[in-house]
């Protein structure tokens, strides 16, 4: 096998794994591990593996709100164990699902706590009755949500 058709070879096997992992056999999986960091309030490292939470619309850290609900989520989980039920569904280099720390929904927490906003698209509005009126009169709901 020459050089290059072992790299061609090596690139459609890692396609092909990386296919499988995002696909129907990683749906519903869930991971249980510590935090070990938070990116900001939708986004959390669970054991080394990023997790978005699903339906959680959060301000951007390069705003003050957004390193507020950063602060917030920090507080809330880092170094705390989680479980994440994902869905399958990946967005850049994470994994979508919802984390749960003690029996209680980490997104809806922060939601609740006027540190985020339900976005529908992806929720179904599971969290649209948390929104408190602070939130929604300061931050600003992305656009696909």
């Not at 950063?70 to 809330?76: E, Q, Y």
């Not at 985020?116 to 649209?128: H, Q, V």
């Amino acid at each position: 096998m020459s050089r290059i058709s072992g790299i061609s070879h090596l690139a459609s096997s890692v396609f092909a794994a990386l296919v499988l992992l995002s696909g129907p056999a990683a749906a519903d999986r869930t991971i249980e591990g510590r935090v070990t960091v938070v990116r900001d309030v939708d986004t959390v490292v669970v054991s080394g593996t990023p997790v978005r939470l699903n339906g959680v619309d959060g301000p951007e850290t390069s705003t003050r709100l957004g390193r507020e609900a950063r602060t917030f989520m920090t507080r809330l989980v880092r170094g705390e164990t989680v479980t994440c039920q994902l869905n399958g569904a990946r967005t850049y280099d994470r994994w979508v699902g919802v984390c749960y720390l003690d029996g209680q929904d980490i997104g809806a927490i922060a939601i609740a706590n006027g540190q985020a906003l339900d976005c529908r698209r992806y929720s179904g509005g599971r969290y649209s009755d948390l929104e408190t009126p602070a939130a929604r009169s300061r931050i600003r709901r992305a656009g696909y949500c």
